[in-house]
């Protein structure tokens, strides 16, 4: 039972808005799109899973991107499934090639197309999950049952090097679990006991959030500004007896400046003025703009000329 459904992070998101809108010198743009399309593996690795989450019991309940506050800082998880006698971490990766898990060294050795490239062992990456787990859940006085760690591989072409039994594809991650369920005898957490320790962790998720201009060290002036065509991508679209009409390719769209503002609110900030929605769609009608909000049904703060709009509901 999936409790709480995967999304895609808000960082990913702002990095997409970005790569689309981004002007600047060209080793910064070539930063941020392998960025993007490193985040956009890991969450594809992440949804992988998602097929074979489906045939584990139905008393299992299935919690995705879990991120919770221990004293000054957090504890993220891919996802954690709760059952009545244990706990699992899982920790997905999407990565190609061999995968040398050195336990003595504690590091992950890919080779990969000739060259042997070094990563953090994921394994003390999830061992440190298990005790930050483990402190929250004593922390808020939840029984604490046994937690298990799972590193899952997502590609079903990498060669794994390793004897660790934590180390598993994502097609084998139903038999795991099945093995799992065999070791632990002892029921820990009644039905009531597991929803509350969801409601509890779902209360306490705390997703992470960047400025992600500053963060590249950028600032407004380095995003484009316009309504990008959805059918050429071309930031030409005019208004014109109240649709959107691109000048490049002729298409037209009722909805066009949907996607704008989305990336407005993840870029620039999550709210607007009528002023504002109009240099950033450019145009300059204020009545225009003025219906362009209201249809939207956005919550409002203010009077009149200094209204401001939410756009975190886009």
Known sequence: ?????????????????????????????????????TSLAGFRGEESIDYHLKFLSKEAHILHDLRLPIED????????????KF?????????????????????????HDGKEEGFL????????????????????????????????????????DTTN?????NAYLPFKMKELQDKYREHLLTSREMEQLCVKLIACDTPSDINILHYYGLNEQNIRKGIHCPNCLATSMQRKHGKWFCQVCRFESVEAHLPALKDYSLLIKPKITNS?????????SRSIATSILR?????????????VYDLKKL
């Open 165 to 169: 039994e934590s180390v598993i594809h």
């Open 276 to 284: 504002e929605l109009r240099d950033f769609l450019q145009f300059s």
């Open 87 to 111: 706990l699992t971490i899982i920790e997905v990766k999407n990565i190609a090639g061999k995968l040398t898990f050195d336990e003595e060294r504690h590091q992950l050795v890919r080779s």
């Open 1 to 37: 039972m999936i409790r709480k459904k995967r999304k895609r992070p808000i960082r990913l998101l702002k990095q997409g808005a970005l790569v689309s809108r981004v002007l600047a010198d060209q080793s910064k743009v070539s930063l941020i799109e392998k960025d993007y399309a």
């Open 73 to 84: 800082y957090f504890v993220q998880m891919d996802t954690l499934l709760i059952t009545p």
């Open 295 to 307: 249809s939207m049904n956005l919550p409002t703060y203010g009077m009149t000329k200094g209204r």
């Open 121 to 160: 062992d994921p394994l003390i990456q999830v061992k440190r999950q298990k005790l930050h787990l483990q402190k929250w859940l004593r922390s808020n006085s939840v029984l604490t049952p046994p937690i298990e760690t799972l590193i899952v591989i997502s590609k079903n072409s990498t060669i794994l």
